[in-house]
């Protein structure tokens, strides 16, 4: 089916694409800026060029009219998420781009069309265990009250039989999210900081679950539903003990009673309306903090025939993450960025590996090296079909041949590279530290067409030049596979290109 979907660009909607395509669904997804969903979809896997990416705003109820023509079914996953921002955005979004999604979905007539909302309808819970059925809450902020106005509107339409289905999910934690939400920030600073025990507890669903569900929703003719998926519960203090356990490092807590805690997000938000700040704590976000309960996720666990994987590696997944990507300093994640950024290095490298650090980040280097290295690795490529290079020994190798910007003609570069779990490899314009960029990377930039030979396989690659915001998630494990690359940044005085070399 083709499904059209919003969010693309966002952890629960990339997610979603990702899983679509894994169904053989054809996802066409309606975003504001394709440059940064590629990159979103990129990062969890998603070959780009699978995607129907239709630029447009969900606001613009045309644009929405004329995505929407022609598909089979819809997700709609994108919201305006935010505890301090302004209440017409919210609105907007939360509100009108629901009306033209979902509003519009319906009128055209595709079946089933999926509405992602929030276990924070519920909030706080009427009973022990937060049901489909419950009770809508009151919420205070700006953000709980446009969220409440859209589950409003597509409960209507679900009253006057529309095949809409509401899911509501808990936390959503995970690896690859685009910007941090409450629950992966609140992580972070718990565990590089101190982590508040109140009362309550939290729901994770992992995103990679939740984007499996929704793309089996798809499937799921059922008619007017909603469904519960809230994942698995844990008190604040389970939650610390399990983060513990994973990375064998203890955080610091400092317990809270929960009147403080909801004290204080009254008062923060009494000095917000006073004067504009982001901070993630409201009454509503403390609310949710200290009474939060089980979901009952049966009905549809059963109904998609759904396992969720546990909670454990969702927790250790997203704390990798956060670790390689920057937002968590590696020591607070203790093994499991150990496990993630050092892997058991080989005889060879653990006697000789010291040594050519030494060798290769001194300056006299950067002149010998390039006369070198390049040849040899060359030659023990050609002369072992492709199974064998100098600096394989010591680190991941690949060649690279990529089109001369200039001379149209194959150009062959042995390289360095971090081989990529979801697919492709790194690679790092280091040029031994010198001042100017190699010129690999213009061909690359010029023609980013290329091919692989890695490990006596060769592979074509589409080149992608890595923004800011990517270097800074790579680099930690760039460094870590040849820590030598920060030394040449301080030498050339230059930004190192990196580019992900994607498997065409």
Same mark, same amino acid.
């Given at each position: 089916?083709?499904?059209?979907?919003? #969010?693309?660009?966002?952890?629960?909607?990339? %997610?979603?694409?990702?899983?679509?395509?894994?169904?053989?669904?054809?996802?066409?997804?309606?975003?504001?800026?394709?440059?940064?969903?590629?990159?979103?979809?990129?990062?969890? #896997?998603?070959?780009?060029?699978?995607?129907?990416?239709?630029?447009?705003?969900?606001?613009?109820?045309?644009?929405?009219?004329?995505?929407?023509?022609?598909?089979?079914?819809?997700?709609?996953?994108?919201?305006?998420?935010?505890?301090?921002?302004?209440?017409?955005?919210?609105?907007?979004?939360?509100?009108? +781009?629901?009306?033209?999604?979902?509003?519009?979905?319906?009128?055209?007539?595709?079946?089933?069309?999926?509405?992602?909302?929030?276990? #924070? *309808?519920?909030?706080?819970?009427?009973?022990?265990?937060?049901?489909?059925?419950?009770?809508?809450?009151?919420?205070?902020?700006?953000?709980?009250?446009?969220?409440?106005?859209?589950?409003?509107?597509?409960?209507?339409?679900?009253?006057?039989?529309?095949?809409?289905?509401?899911?509501?999910?808990?936390?959503?934690?995970?690896?690859?999210?685009?910007?941090?939400?409450?629950?992966?920030? +609140?992580?972070?600073?718990?565990?590089?900081?101190?982590?508040?025990?109140?009362?309550?507890?939290?729901?994770?669903?992992?995103?990679?679950?939740? +984007?499996?569900?929704?793309?089996?929703?798809?499937?799921?003719?059922?008619?007017?539903?909603?469904?519960?998926?809230?994942?698995?519960?844990?008190?604040?203090?389970?939650?610390?003990?399990?983060?513990?356990?994973?990375?064998?490092?203890?955080?610091?807590?400092?317990?809270?009673?929960?009147?403080?805690?909801?004290?204080?997000?009254?008062?923060?938000?009494?000095?917000?309306?006073?004067?504009?700040?982001?901070?993630?704590?409201?009454?509503?976000?403390?609310?949710?903090?200290?009474?939060?309960? @089980?979901?009952?996720?049966?009905?549809?666990?059963? @109904?998609?025939?759904?396992?969720?994987?546990?909670?454990?590696?969702?927790?250790?997944?997203?704390?990798?993450?956060?670790?390689?990507?920057?937002?968590?300093?590696?020591?607070?994640?203790?093994?499991?960025?150990?496990?993630?950024?050092?892997?058991?290095?080989?005889?060879?490298?653990?006697?000789?590996?010291? *040594?050519?650090?030494?060798?290769?980040?001194?300056?006299?280097?950067?002149?010998?090296?390039?006369?070198?290295?390049?040849?040899?690795?060359?030659?023990? %490529?050609?002369?072992?079909?492709?199974?064998?290079?100098?600096?394989?020994?010591?680190?991941?190798?690949?060649?690279?041949?990529?089109?001369?910007?200039?001379?149209?003609?194959?150009?062959?570069?042995?390289?360095?590279?971090?081989?990529?779990?979801? +697919?492709?490899?790194?690679?790092?314009?280091?040029?031994?530290?010198?001042?100017? %960029?190699?010129?690999?990377? #213009?061909?690359?930039?010029?023609?980013?067409?290329?091919?692989?030979?890695?490990?006596?396989?060769?592979?074509?690659?589409?080149?992608?030049?890595?923004?800011?915001?990517?270097?800074?998630?790579?680099?930690?494990?760039?460094?870590?596979?040849?820590?030598?690359?920060?030394?040449?940044?301080?030498?050339?005085?230059?930004?190192?290109?990196?580019?992900?070399?994607?498997?065409?």
């Amino acid at each position: 089916m083709r499904i059209f979907v919003t #969010g693309a660009s966002g952890f629960v909607g990339s %997610h979603t694409v990702r899983a679509l395509l894994a169904a053989g669904h054809r996802p066409r997804a309606l975003v504001r800026d394709p440059g940064k969903a590629a990159k979103v979809l990129r990062a969890v #896997g998603v070959a780009v060029e699978d995607v129907e990416l239709v630029q447009g705003d969900m606001l613009d109820a045309d644009a929405v009219s004329a995505a929407l023509a022609g598909c089979d079914a819809a997700v709609h996953a994108a919201a305006a998420i935010g505890v301090t921002g302004g209440a017409r955005d919210l609105v907007e979004v939360n509100v009108r +781009g629901t009306r033209n999604v979902v509003g519009g979905a319906v009128a055209q007539g595709l079946a089933p069309v999926i509405h992602v909302s929030t276990i #924070g *309808v519920f909030v706080p819970p009427s009973g022990k265990v937060i049901t489909a059925n419950d009770g809508l809450a009151n919420p205070r902020t700006d953000y709980g009250r446009s969220k409440l106005a859209a589950e409003r509107y597509v409960r209507g339409l679900q009253e006057d039989g529309a095949p809409v289905t509401i899911v509501y999910p808990g936390g959503v934690c995970g690896p690859d999210q685009p910007s941090l939400d409450a629950l992966m920030e +609140g992580l972070a600073a718990a565990l590089g900081k101190v982590w508040p025990l109140p009362g309550g507890g939290v729901s994770v669903i992992d995103v990679r679950d939740l +984007g499996e569900a929704l793309a089996r929703s798809v499937e799921a003719r059922q008619g007017p539903s909603r469904w519960v998926l809230g994942g698995h519960y844990l008190t604040w203090p389970q939650y610390a003990d399990l983060c513990d356990r994973l990375t064998g490092v203890k955080c610091r807590r400092v317990r809270v009673p929960s009147r403080a805690m909801l004290a204080l997000g009254s008062a923060l938000d009494a000095a917000k309306r006073v004067r504009h700040f982001d901070y993630p704590l409201t009454r509503d976000a403390a609310e949710f903090m200290v009474t939060l309960v @089980a979901t009952d996720d049966r009905p549809i666990l059963e @109904a998609l025939d759904l396992t969720l994987r546990p909670v454990e590696e969702t927790v250790a997944d997203g704390l990798r993450w956060l670790a390689r990507s920057g937002h968590l300093n590696p020591r607070r994640a203790g093994r499991l960025a150990a496990a993630e950024e050092k892997p058991m290095p080989t005889l060879i490298q653990r006697t000789f590996g010291p *040594v050519f650090h030494r060798v290769s980040g001194a300056a006299w280097f950067a002149k010998v090296g390039p006369k070198i290295v390049p040849p040899v690795d060359r030659a023990l %490529h050609r002369a072992t079909g492709g199974r064998l290079m100098l600096g394989q020994l010591l680190v991941p190798s690949l060649v690279l041949t990529a089109t001369g910007a200039k001379s149209g003609l194959p150009r062959r570069t042995p390289l360095a590279c971090l081989p990529d779990p979801a +697919g492709g490899w790194y690679v790092v314009g280091s040029n031994f530290g010198r001042e100017k %960029h190699p010129a690999w990377t #213009g061909n690359l930039i010029s023609n980013p067409a290329a091919e692989v030979s890695f490990q006596g396989r060769n592979v074509p690659v589409t080149a992608h030049l890595l923004d800011d915001r990517e270097r800074k998630e790579v680099w930690p494990r760039l460094t870590a596979v040849w820590p030598v690359y920060d030394d040449y940044v301080e030498r050339a005085q230059r930004e190192l290109r990196v580019f992900h070399l994607i498997p065409r």
